[in-house]
């Protein structure tokens, strides 16, 4: 399993974007990147995962350069509601996805 | 998705004492997953336990101390064996779900643990 470097912390306020960036520079193939955000006293939250390029949804953007040895999580217009940690994972979906969480980067959002 | 529940939420145990932690999914799912979080730490994956066949651990961790039992396809226990205060976490399981190329866990609400 590929090992993932993120920041500790991060600092932002509302209304901004947060761009958060994980390096995970022995990628596999068949690897893909997922990221997960919990909240305190909850169990993590899946938001996004993606192969290459860009992927979208409702509630984030994560981009994937080429070479795919790192991957930026990006939070639209951040609200209070965003302040967690947010989890970089990389593993396969070949033979069962075995999700080994790394620190995490604690996002403090403030007014 | 999964909607997973815990029991007990927490506890409060004595040394030496045994804690067996339920997990209910409301879904028939083929992998469940054992995590331990200690305050202010990131997930450790304690084992991986599939129905019909022995859980598989993770380095560190060892079946006599964390057996765990998965009876059906809905169902898991964890039991902490012998606890001590180094064993005072929250201890949370999780369930995988594919649909289609995306695999997506989905994690309990945690049972937290504290050994006196």
């Known amino acids: 399993l590929a090992k993932t470097t993120q920041p500790i912390s991060m600092d932002s306020y509302e209304g901004q974007e947060v761009n958060i960036t994980c390096s995970h520079n022995n990628i596999a193939t068949n690897d893909y990147i997922t990221w997960y955000q919990q909240f305190p006293s909850q169990g993590p939250r899946f938001i996004i995962q993606g192969y290459k390029t860009k992927v979208t949804n409702e509630v984030a953007s994560l981009f994937i350069p080429a070479d795919r040895k790192s991957s930026t999580l990006s939070l639209p217009r951040v609200s209070l509601s965003d302040t967690a940690v947010y989890y970089c994972l990389v593993g396969s979906l070949v033979g069962g996805f075995k999700t080994i969480f790394g620190a995490g980067t604690r996002l403090f959002v403030k007014a | 998705s999964a909607v997973i529940s815990q029991k007990p939420s927490r506890d409060i145990c004595q040394r030496g004492t045994s804690l067996t932690i339920q997990c209910q999914v409301d879904s028939q799912v083929t992998m469940m997953f054992w995590y331990r979080q200690q305050p202010g730490q990131s997930l450790t994956l304690i084992a991986t336990a599939n129905q019909g066949s022995e859980a598989t651990y993770e380095s560190g961790f060892v079946i006599d101390k964390f057996p765990i039992s998965r009876p059906n396809l809905t169902f898991s226990t964890l039991t902490v064996s012998n606890m001590s205060p180094e064993d005072s976490s929250i201890y949370l399981c999780?369930?995988?779900?594919?649909?289609?190329?995306?695999?997506?866990?989905?994690f309990g609400p945690g049972t937290r643990l504290t050994v006196l």
């Open positions: 999780s369930v995988e779900d594919r649909i289609g190329a995306k695999n997506e866990q989905f």
